[in-house]
């Protein structure tokens, strides 16, 4: 569990760093995204048969950092619809 909680924290702050911009979230929101990113990037490797969902391999760590990419722009447009 830890492991996975370290796995999401590393994807999340890969996501934050391939966007370009700054992003105005906590490192929290990143965790969270991040693991929300690892397991959908498990998930993916799971349905591809390459393995288990909270096994994460070079595959599901590409989707898990793409998956948490997109988590972490559609986390600032919501944010940024609400302080305007």
Same mark, same amino acid.
């Given at each position: 569990?830890?492991?996975?909680?370290?796995?999401? #924290?590393?994807? %999340?702050?890969?996501?934050? @760093?391939?966007?370009? !911009?700054?992003?105005?979230?906590?490192?929290?929101?990143? &965790? *969270?995204?991040?693991?929300?990113?690892?397991?959908?990037?498990?998930?993916?490797?799971?349905? #591809?048969?390459? %393995?288990?969902?909270?096994? @994460?391999?070079?595959? !599901?760590?590409?989707?898990?950092?793409?998956?948490?990419? &997109? *988590?972490?722009?559609?986390?600032?447009?919501?944010?940024?619809?609400?302080?305007?």
């Amino acid at each position: 569990m830890i492991g996975f909680i370290v796995a999401g #924290l590393i994807i %999340g702050a890969l996501a934050r @760093l391939v966007k370009p !911009g700054k992003q105005n979230l906590s490192l929290l929101m990143t &965790l *969270l995204l991040g693991l929300v990113g690892s397991v959908i990037g498990g998930g993916v490797a799971n349905i #591809l048969g390459t %393995g288990g969902i909270f096994e @994460l391999n070079v595959l !599901g760590f590409v989707v898990a950092v793409i998956a948490a990419l &997109l *988590l972490i722009g559609v986390a600032e447009g919501a944010s940024g619809s609400r302080k305007t």
